[in-house]
């Protein structure tokens, strides 16, 4: 059963980049089984797709996101990560990994989740 | 974008009785249309995928139905345990994925 971990600063200042880890455990990383992603939830509001990521690296992101996102994958630590550049106030929100099985279209496995609040 | 819109936003019910859940899509949706529970606190969990199918150890008292822009998500006899906000989400094409914006079910 893959279990996720999300790690990163609880505060973020506007305009500088908000960095999240997501460390997996119960398989490895390298598992073609897997798209690693990530879904955020503002402040008592809905969910949104973030974006995922393959082990060969090859990313799929929100479009409305995709200018400011970078993920990638460390296998050697069985971790992946995204950065969020020119952050606002609007990032603030819970950021879970989220993660799918390569055939279907929902997320299976999810991470307990982390607060990042953007502010000065 | 594929929008979902969920209704109603809060439903009342007592345990025992039925919950009936809607979501529609503001344009035709292929298969992949996914249920998810959240309960404060928690991330949400798959209830349901691909319309009607049960993720692995949900109850049977969930089930979902559909098809093109109108979903349904129904819990035939509410436990306690039920009272939660479910979401509805899709897969469009590039990938892309949305979710509604949740309905809250209360006692």
């Known amino acids: 059963q893959v279990q996720q971990q999300e790690s990163g600063p609880g505060l973020v200042e506007p305009s500088q980049t908000l960095s999240l880890t997501c460390t997996v455990s119960?398989?490895?990383?390298?598992?073609?089984?897997?798209?690693w992603g990530w879904v955020r939830q503002h402040p008592g509001r809905g969910l949104e797709w973030i974006g995922y990521?393959?082990?060969?690296?090859?990313?799929f992101y929100n479009p409305s996101l995709k200018s400011r996102l970078t993920m990638s994958v460390d296998m050697s630590k069985n971790q992946f990560s995204v950065k969020l550049s020119s952050a606002t106030v609007a990032d603030t929100a819970v950021y879970y990994c989220a993660t799918k099985l390569g055939t279907t279209a929902h997320f299976d496995y999810w991470g307990q989740g982390i607060l990042v609040s953007v502010s000065s | 974008e594929i929008v979902l819109t969920q209704s109603p936003a809060t439903l009342s019910l007592s345990p025992g009785e039925r919950a009936t859940l809607s979501c529609r899509a503001s344009q035709s949706v292929n298969r992949y249309l996914a249920w998810y529970q959240q309960k404060p606190g928690q991330p949400p969990k798959v209830l349901i995928y691909e319309i009607f199918k049960r993720a692995a150890g949900v109850p049977a008292r969930f089930s979902g139905s559909g098809s093109g822009t109108d979903f349904t998500l129904t819990i035939s006899s509410l436990e306690p345990e039920d009272f939660a906000v479910y979401y509805c989400q899709q897969r469009g094409n590039e990938p892309s994925y949305t979710f509604g914006q949740g309905t809250k079910l209360e006692i």
């Open positions: 990521i393959y082990y060969t690296g090859d990313a």
């Open positions: 119960g398989d490895s990383i390298g598992n073609s089984a897997y798209y």
